[in-house]
């Protein structure tokens, strides 16, 4: 598959980041895997996550093309020196990907978690829910700039080929709006 979308301009990535407990985020790697898979570009491993600044230079200093990697944290719980990822990311203007699990759209952590990086001038490419269902309208509605969903591996019965064909145009649907956020991203 060609990269010709998401890859196109400098070398760097997005960098997937959730909000709530650790436990909660273990996910987040997987779902990078997956949109690395579809769109062809490294999967990254962000070391250190007690001090963003060294992980950052590290994860975008031995880049040499378009990556995606994942944050292990919140980026809105406080450092131990002071200060968030959250604050860190947009000093390093590094662009992200907010990933939102199904059962969190019954709170406000989707437009919370926007708001935190817009607050600390994050480039946010959008919002992905992650398992769940998908109700366009609802996302729509909220006024947050979603970009699609991905259901959860194994879900909902992969048996069944409707189920199937729901996840293929969902992911096909979320690359083709991912490319068109990275281009704009890459022109700011």
């Not at 935190?116 to 700039?145: F, I, S, Y």
């Amino acid at each position: 598959m060609s990269v010709s979308g998401f890859g196109a301009g400098p070398k760097g990535g997005l960098l997937l980041v959730g909000l709530g407990r650790q436990q909660e985020l273990e996910g987040l790697a997987a779902v990078a895997a997956r949109l690395a898979a579809a769109e062809g570009v490294a999967v990254r491993q962000l070391a250190g996550a007690g001090d963003p600044d060294a992980g950052l230079a590290a994860l975008t200093g031995a880049a040499t093309g378009p990556w995606l990697a994942a944050l292990s944290v919140d980026p809105g719980l406080p450092l131990e020196r002071g200060g968030s990822w959250a604050e860190a990311l947009g000093a390093w203007r590094q662009p992200c990907l907010l990933v939102v699990r199904g059962e969190q759209l019954d709170t406000g952590l989707p437009a919370a978690g926007a708001a935190l990086l817009e607050r600390w001038r994050v480039p946010l490419a959008g919002l992905v829910q992650v398992g769940g269902d998908w109700q366009p309208t609802e996302r729509r509605r909220d006024g947050l700039p979603w970009l699609g969903w991905l259901p959860e591996s194994g879900e909902p019965d992969i048996a069944e080929i409707a189920a199937i064909e729901r996840n293929e145009q969902a992911m096909a649907a979320l690359r083709q709006v991912l490319r068109g956020r990275w281009r704009v991203l890459q022109a700011a």
